[in-house]
């Protein structure tokens, strides 16, 4: 999933970002554009890195489950992990 991501959205993401850099450079389009194509590479690399956070959660919840141990998430903004074994 994680390397589906990457081929799909992050590396075509970096291509256009390149290619805005170009046009910019040769005049042919303005900052304005250029920054929207920063904003966009950004945006999914937000989403990349969220993405990645869910399946490294999702595989330590299912290598938990396999253990027969108990943990649960109290918080997840403060990250107060209770762990009961």
């Known amino acids: 999933m994680v390397e589906q991501y990457v081929d799909t959205i992050l ?3 970096h291509r256009i970002k390149d290619f805005a850099l170009l046009n910019y450079n040769a005049m042919q389009i ?3 554009r250029l920054l929207k194509a920063h ?3 950004a945006v ?6 969220s993405a990645l956070s ?3 959660i999702a595989g ?3 290598k938990t489950l396999l253990s027969d141990q108990s943990v649960t998430i109290a918080n997840m903004n403060n ?4 762990y009961d074994g």
Not at 44 to 49: A, K, L, M, P, T
């Open 11 to 13: 590396l075509p993401g």
């Open 30 to 32: 303005d900052v304005f």
């Open 39 to 41: 904003e966009k590479q």
């Open 44 to 49: 999914s690399y937000q989403r990349f890195v």
């Open 54 to 56: 869910d399946y490294c």
């Open 60 to 62: 330590a919840d299912l």
């Open 79 to 82: 990250l107060i992990i209770n």
